[in-house]
């Protein structure tokens, strides 16, 4: 069933739950980045499986595939452009991130860019309205 052949409130309602979706995956990714972090540090402990890359490229490619669906489809609707590029911002430190060592710089990268990609997120939400 595409999106057009669904009834306007439900069009809206699947929306705004994908928004709410690329908002729950960006505080799972913050989540994911500081108790990773806490975990090695104190209990040195998962780092072969908590820092593995494929969690990351994953990840990123979720954040990449909901923001696609939910912000292009948000443009579609209410025409701004604000919220697209404040997530493709984010999206881009994210995707930075990947190319930098474990460490500091990746945190930080990371954190930034979920914090970035959910704003845009919530600017989707409030423009559709």
Same mark, same amino acid.
């Given at each position: 069933?595409?999106?057009?052949?669904l009834?306007?409130a439900?069009?809206?309602?699947?929306?705004r739950?994908?928004?709410q979706?690329?908002?729950a995956?960006?505080g *799972?990714?913050?989540?994911?980045?500081?108790?990773?972090?806490?975990?090695?540090?104190?209990l040195?402990?998962?780092?072969h499986? *908590?820092?593995d890359e494929n969690?990351?490229?994953v990840?990123? *490619?979720l954040?990449?595939?909901?923001a696609?669906?939910?912000i292009?489809?948000?443009i579609?609707?209410?025409?701004?452009? *604000?919220?697209f590029a404040?997530a493709?911002?984010?999206l881009?430190l994210?995707?930075?991130?990947?190319?930098?060592?474990?460490g500091?710089?990746?945190?930080l990268?990371t954190?930034?860019?979920?914090?970035?990609v959910?704003?845009?997120?919530v600017?989707?939400l409030?423009?559709?309205?």
């Amino acid at each position: 069933m595409t999106p057009d052949a669904l009834p306007p409130a439900s069009r809206a309602s699947l929306r705004r739950r994908l928004d709410q979706i690329g908002i729950a995956l960006a505080g *799972l990714c913050a989540l994911h980045c500081l108790l990773t972090l806490v975990v090695i540090s104190a209990l040195g402990l998962g780092g072969h499986f *908590l820092l593995d890359e494929n969690i990351h490229r994953v990840g990123l *490619l979720l954040a990449l595939i909901v923001a696609a669906v939910a912000i292009g489809w948000g443009i579609l609707r209410h025409r701004r452009m *604000l919220p697209f590029a404040v997530a493709a911002l984010g999206l881009v430190l994210m995707a930075a991130a990947l190319f930098v060592p474990h460490g500091t710089n990746e945190l930080l990268l990371t954190l930034v860019g979920v914090a970035v990609v959910s704003v845009g997120h919530v600017l989707n939400l409030r423009a559709a309205r």
